[in-house]
T-cell receptor, first 115, second 114 residues
Framework: QQQVKQSPQSLIVQKGGISIINCAYE??????FPWYQQFPGKGPALLIA?????SEKKEGRFTISFNKSAKQFSLHIMDSQPGDSATYFC??????????????FGQGTTLQVKP | DVKVTQSSRYLVKRTGEKVFLECVQD?????MFWYRQDPGLGLRLIYF???????EKGDIPEGYSVSREKKERFSLILESASTNQTSMYLC?????????????FGPGTRLTVT
């Protein structure tokens, strides 16, 4: 019930292409879904997040698509650039006060964007 | 600027040694977390703390303990290091506000146990 499953484990995309990473969750109590980006030698950092009241959120070239009925969400990176090469983690938690702020992370996807 | 620092970037220890990993945050955050990161397994929560001297087990607490004597500092302790504890260890902190809880991560400590 607490798992978040992420796929693929690794992804190679040509520059200018679209990168797509998928996640699925089990716990219907989750209502906050962030994506974290980690560059080599650095800790993860928040990239973009979505709540279930919308089906899509876009920030620049990064878009989260959310399907509540399927309990799935995905990250799309449009016009992928070599600088996007990093490890991406999806996560899930409950939103709002009174919570510990625990995030359940997916397994991670290593993205390589080839020039 | 938000900052989470970890005492070492790389650490090599021998089997059976007691190991201390230190994490300090300068954001006055209540919540602090210790994760280990392994390829294909993602970030797995070892312990977290939501206040000074308070701690809760995460998903993989076996072989680890923690200490939080001051708000800004959260220590991870490997009582008797074993080779299966070779990993990247990440510390994070967050503020328990009324919204989503952005976690701020340190750069990680790569621990090798030989």
């Amino acid at each position: 019930q607490q798992q978040v499953k992420q796929s693929p484990q690794s992804l190679i995309v040509q520059k200018g292409g679209i990168s797509i990473i998928n996640c699925a969750y089990e716990n219907t109590a989750f209502d906050y879904f962030p994506w974290y980006q980690q560059f080599p030698g650095k800790g993860p950092a928040l990239l973009i997040a979505i709540r279930p009241d919308v089906s899509e959120k876009k920030e620049g070239r990064f878009t989260i698509s959310f399907n509540k009925s399927a309990k799935q969400f995905s990250l799309h990176i449009m016009d992928s650039q070599p600088g996007d090469s990093a490890t991406y983690f999806c996560a899930a938690s409950k939103y709002g006060s009174g919570n510990t702020g625990k995030l359940i992370f997916g397994q991670g996807t290593t993205l390589q964007v080839k020039p | 600027d938000v900052k989470v620092t970890q005492s070492s970037r790389y650490l090599v220890k021998r089997t059976g040694e007691k190991v201390f990993l230190e994490c300090v945050q300068d954001m006055d955050h209540e919540n602090m977390f210790w994760y280990r990161q392994d390829p294909g397994l993602g970030l797995r929560l070892i312990y977290f703390s939501y206040d000074v001297k308070m701690k809760e087990k995460g998903d993989i607490p076996e072989g680890y303990s923690v200490s939080r004597e001051k708000k800004e500092r959260f220590s991870l302790i490997l009582e008797s290091a074993s080779t299966n504890q070779t990993s990247m260890y990440l510390c994070a902190s967050s503020f328990p506000g009324t919204g989503g809880y952005e976690q701020y991560f340190g750069p990680g400590t790569r621990l090798t146990v030989t």
